[in-house]
């Protein structure tokens, strides 16, 4: 006799956002003011930004990718996202990690960002 295996449940490819954190609308909308120069779109709604997680104490960590490893502005985007988030009340301290796995698709941009593009 055997028993029913149970589906093993893997890591998930992007982390959750703390999204019942107080602060997490206030930093989507900081991440809404950083652009990608070549892009007339802000980087959250292009789907740059995977992972926005908040301590208790509100240190921040955004995971983030770039639309392709050879980005122009590779070394100078994290600073930008750090500024922009640091700039918010009771925000302790920001990291920013840029991540290429998963790689960054225009399966992952808001319906906004599509119809800015032209891509509706």
């Not at 960002?113 to 032209?118: I, S, T, V």
Request: proline share 10%; hydrophobic share 45%; net charge negative.
């Amino acid at each position: 006799m055997t028993a029913e295996a149970k589906p093993l449940e893997g890591i998930p490819l992007i982390r959750p956002s703390s999204v019942d954190h107080p602060l997490y609308e206030a930093v989507v909308a900081a991440c809404r003011t950083v652009y990608d120069p070549e892009i007339p779109v802000n980087i959250f709604d292009l789907g740059l930004v995977y992972t926005i997680d908040i301590t208790e104490d509100g240190a921040v960590t955004v995971v983030m990718s770039l639309t392709a490893p050879g980005c122009p502005v590779a070394g100078e985007m994290p600073g930008w996202v750090a500024d922009a988030v640091g700039a918010i009340p009771g925000v302790r301290q920001v990291d920013v990690e840029i991540t290429w796995d998963p790689p960054w698709g225009m399966d992952r941009m808001s319906d906004e960002a599509r119809l800015e593009l032209g891509f509706m």
